[in-house]
T-cell receptor, first 112, second 108 residues
């Protein structure tokens, strides 16, 4: 089944404790992207990747890192999480940038 | 200022009604997307448009590039259409910007 998976789905952590949210797709898509969704602010793009080893900042990249060492995986890294990173995070992929995106189920993160 | 404006913010309809959600954007784009977010939180892509009109079942999406405007229509609405509908635009096929969403409730 074609899908985008994210792990974990739910995470509670404390300020400053490094964490990684994994994202994987099985559709051989070139483009992958991370978004966060907050009440009143909607969805905002954090980082995107057009291909392996090619990443770029989106609208709100501060406090996040990404890597794209393999086509299928695009992990989101929070080196030192802060409470303002409490949010619902979505990973998405598409064949190419600008094409129809397939979204993961979301990861709900709470930083205390 | 949000680069993508949606209206209305909230919409309540009776089952069977024809529904229109509007989206306008401020600068040239490479594509426009309509997304549906279910009450459980999952997001599904409905349409990707760069020109003209697309239809899928009871859903129709149109875009007017000159006027920088798109509409999503739902014919014969049903309670299962209740969701948040989100307009998004992509610039240079990479950057994505999203509207605030339209919360649709369809009553039986």
């Amino acid at each position: 089944e074609a899908q985008v998976t994210q792990n974990p789905r739910y995470l509670i952590t404390v300020t400053g404790k490094k964490l990684t949210v994994t994202c994987s797709q099985n559709m051989n898509h070139e483009y992958m992207s991370w978004y966060r969704q907050d009440p009143g602010l909607g969805l905002r793009q954090i980082y995107y990747s057009m291909n392996v080893e090619v990443t770029d900042k989106g609208d709100v990249p501060e406090g996040y890192k990404v890597s794209r060492k393999e086509k299928r995986n695009f992990p989101l890294i929070l080196e030192s999480p802060s409470p303002n990173q409490t949010s619902l995070y979505f990973c998405a992929s598409s064949l190419w940038g600008g094409e129809t995106q397939y979204f993961g189920p979301g990861t709900r993160l709470l930083v205390l | 200022k949000n680069e993508v404006e949606q209206s209305p913010q909230n919409l309540t309809a009776q089952e069977g009604e024809f529904i229109t959600i509007n989206c306008s954007y401020s600068v040239g784009i490479s594509a426009l997307h309509w997304l549906q977010q279910h009450p459980g939180g999952g997001i599904v892509s409905l349409f990707m448009l760069s020109s003209g009109k697309k239809k899928h079942g009871r859903l129709i999406a149109t875009i007017n590039i000159q006027e920088k405007h798109s509409s999503l229509h739902i014919t014969a609405s049903h309670p299962r259409d209740s969701a948040v509908y989100i307009c998004a635009v992509s610039y240079n096929n990479n950057d994505m910007r999203f509207g605030a969403g339209t919360r649709l409730t369809v009553k039986p």
